[in-house]
């Protein structure tokens, strides 16, 4: 069990008397009290549990300049979009994967252009849309409403900034030719964001329920994946600029960071 400061010092205190009392037998034992090793180590262990001991402040404090990062991130990203310092850099990224020829022609076999269809679908709103209502739903009929309503607040206001940032902005799609149906502006990735919000919450969310360290990586190893791979075939498709996803990572992180530090810093200490 871990020892308080009062505690070492009281211990400390016993052991002066005890030395004092039994000083004609005990001489080395009240050296190793007075020596500056033994004084140091108390010291030592004293600031260490200082710092369990405000661990959650620390971490809280981690999380928020996380968010920060990641806005910051995203304005600078869109101030080079908008003076149009990144066209080249979309060009070469859409090449890359266009395979370099006029009009719409992915590259790879017609069956990686399907899988693709599929994994980008696990960012619509329809998908997102059925599993953030199964998950509120499992946890208002299992008791845990404050998990519910953290992954409401999440993912609904998740949507309404991307539709927020998307009418700000008001960026053309790319001048690619291809039968995907999209129905919005193409700044930020509208995919690329709710897919991370919702991906990287419940992620967090699970990685919670684990007290092993393997597992939390693996989950978090998930979360990250599906929300790159959503991301990606955005831009394997046609139907967004590699700086549309790279800005929807960037403020679907940041959100579900927020979202997650605030719900942290409201919840109880003891509980926590």
Not at 99 to 117: M, N, S, T
Not at 206 to 235: E, F, H, N, P
Request: overall charge neutral; proline content about 4%.
């Amino acid at each position: 069990m871990a020892l308080g400061p009062e505690q070492h010092h009281i211990i400390a205190a016993c052991g002066f008397s005890v030395a004092l009392v039994r000083k004609p037998t005990n001489s080395a034992w009240e050296q190793r009290l007075c020596s500056a090793p033994y004084m140091e180590s108390m010291k030592l262990s004293q600031r260490f549990e200082i710092l369990q001991g405000r661990r959650r402040e620390i971490s809280l404090i981690l999380a928020f300049a996380i968010v920060v990062g990641l806005i910051w991130g995203f304005v600078a990203l869109a101030d080079e979009v908008f003076e149009g310092d990144t066209a080249h850099f979309d060009r070469m990224v859409a090449a890359a994967m266009q395979g370099g020829g006029p009009g719409y022609d992915p590259i790879g076999p017609d069956w990686l252009e399907e899988f693709a269809r599929d994994v980008t679908a696990l960012g619509s709103y329809a998908f997102l849309g059925f599993l953030t209502f199964g998950i509120i739903g499992y946890f208002l009929l299992t008791d845990r409403k404050p998990r519910a309503a953290l992954v409401g607040i999440s993912v609904i206001g998740g949507l309404i900034i991307s539709n927020l940032l998307k009418t700000v902005f008001d960026r053309a799609r790319p001048d690619i030719p291809t039968d995907v149906k999209v129905f919005s502006a193409s700044f930020p990735s509208g995919h690329a964001m709710l897919s991370a919000v919702t991906f990287l919450t419940l992620g967090a969310l699970l990685a919670q329920g684990s007290a092993d360290t393997r597992v939390k990586a693996y989950i978090a190893m998930l979360a990250i994946i599906l929300t790159v791979a959503v991301g990606t075939t955005r831009v394997y498709l046609g139907v967004h600029h590699a700086t549309d996803v790279l800005a929807g990572w960037c403020v679907g992180s940041a959100w579900a960071l927020l979202c997650w530090t605030v719900a942290r810093w409201l919840q109880p200490r003891d509980a926590a």
